[in-house]
């Protein structure tokens, strides 16, 4: 028994409205899904799960149009058991109990019932909190989606009877498949002569994101705006492209020369302390539909990596534009990075962060068998403390200065330094109290 609860009753009016082509085109069976081969596989455990019909409740947790719903829907044709559709955005604490009820009359039979909610994320905790006693005996299968990642917006309780599957953006040669497929089946645009280049199809795939969704519709809307000729045939170019998208010669392969090209060139100008040149590069990109959570991520690198501690507060402005990315997205979040670019460009500079990490990696991966020091190592046993760990360990708070003699290296690398600061910005402060630290320690025997 299939249902869907927040499905009305439909009027034959309503059932002549054509469907949207990302709609008429999604996939009845496994074998015609595309993406996630890392769990719906051969052999990989959601296929088999599915195909065993041994459900049991689990959240799909992924950006959209990678499949979440479409997965939900196969199982729904292949199980056995009764099928529920919940929109989080639509139903309240009333429709869960309604629905509950309906499960345990499926259950006094021995029918299963499984309750698939779209955007679970949206239901406050108390919405949640009513389906987990279902979840705990039985009563229902529980199938979430989820854009927001579980462990912040689920609650435990019932997060820990689910199995969370990660659902990956789709690869542009996942959304290509797509396209064309699109352009053959009968559902699709089969029936009709279409005319459009594969560079186009790469176009399109570019802009959507790993979201097929979104590819979909704006194949769609690119068609359907296309050059007719007197035979019907449509031709799809590069100018109807643009207009559906609302974007110009700006697209690019996002896995391609251009894209590291374009980061490369924000990244440097950052660098040269050049605002206008980086907020210029930041604008090439996000108009060419580059993902600004991608941007943000180079950005905070960046803050680590040429500024540090020269001015700490860099590295707070860019996490903080990352987390207005994720919250509002765009185009609002292009403000929010172009703030911490012009911050960035205008910081004082240093790069000793990274040439510490990298002198120290050095030596991590040259004497990987360094024993820790027994005066720092955990104690947490009688044997460990019989073998003398944690003897003699300081307890710089206890000190009057704060500040110990005790080695914390090992014996091999004693007096390696790998953290050499500049005078730059803030920095010069933390190279006079580094300094002081180390002629104390010199001072009391620590070198």
């Known amino acids: 028994m299939k249902r869907t609860y927040d499905e009305g009753t439909g009027s034959l009016f309503a059932r002549e409205v054509p469907q949207p082509l990302a709609e008429r085109l999604r996939p009845r069976t496994l074998d015609e899904y595309v993406g996630q081969g890392h769990l719906v596989g051969k052999g990989k455990i959601l296929r088999r799960l599915i195909e065993s019909d041994q459900i049991s409740s689990m959240i799909f947790w992924g950006p959209p149009g990678v499949g979440k719903t ?5 199982i729904a044709g292949q199980t056995k058991a009764s099928f529920l559709t919940f929109s989080a955005v639509t139903s309240g604490i009333k429709d869960i109990r309604e629905v509950m009820g309906q499960a345990e009359k499926n259950r006094a ?5 499984i309750v698939f909610v779209d955007e679970i994320h949206r239901f406050n905790k108390a919405q949640q909190d009513a389906f987990l006693p279902f979840v705990e005996r039985g ?7 989820t854009t927001e990642n579980p462990s912040f917006e689920i609650n435990s309780a019932l997060l820990s009877r689910c199995k969370v599957f990660v659902l990956k953006a ?27 280049a594969p560079d186009l199809l790469q176009l399109i795939a570019a802009f959507a994101n790993g979201d097929a969704r979104s590819a979909l519709s704006t194949l769609e809307m690119a068609v359907l705006n296309g050059e007719t000729d007197e035979r019907g045939a449509v031709t799809v170019t590069k100018e109807t492209i643009e207009q559906c998208t609302s974007k110009k010669s ?15 060139a924000l990244h440097k100008s950052m660098r040269n302390s050049d605002p206008d040149a980086a907020v210029y590069w930041l604008a090439r990109m996000l108009e060419a539909g580059e993902d600004p959570l991608y941007i943000a991520r180079r950005v905070t690198r960046f803050a680590a990596e040429d500024v540090g501690l020269a001015d700490p507060r860099a590295l707070e ?12 997205g765009v185009p ?27 002198s120290a990696r050095k030596d991590a991966i040259e004497h990987l068998a360094e024993p820790v020091p027994l005066v720092i190592r955990n104690a947490p046993t009688r044997l460990m403390k019989e073998l003398h760990y944690g003897e003699g360990y300081q307890y710089a708070h206890d000190a009057k200065d704060k500040l110990t003699n005790m080695q914390c290296m090992p014996d091999n690398l004693k007096g390696r330094t790998y953290y050499h600061p500049t005078e730059e ?9 580094l300094a002081a630290i180390k002629a104390w320690k010199k001072a009391h025997g620590a070198e």
Do not use: W
Not at 250 to 264: A, P, R, T, V
Not at 317 to 323: D, G, S
């Open 70 to 74: 479409t997965l939900a829907r196969i």
């Open 250 to 264: 700006l697209l690019y392969d996002k896995k391609g020369e251009e894209h590291y090209n374009l980061i490369s």
């Open 425 to 433: 910005g803030l920095e010069g402060r933390f190279k006079e109290r």
């Open 332 to 358: 609002e979040c292009n403000v929010h990075l172009t703030e911490a670019v012009v911050y960035l460009s205008l910081a004082p500079k240093s790069n000793a962060m990274e040439t510490a990490y990298l």
């Open 109 to 113: 039979y021995g029918e299963r019932t």
């Open 317 to 328: 402005i860019a996490v903080a534009a990352y987390q207005a990315c994720h919250f509002i």
């Open 139 to 145: 009563s229902i299968i529980l199938i979430g989606a």
């Open 170 to 196: 789709l690869s542009a040669d996942d959304i290509c498949a797509l396209l064309t497929h699109a352009l053959k089946d009968e559902r699709g645009f089969g029936h009709q002569v279409i005319h459009i």
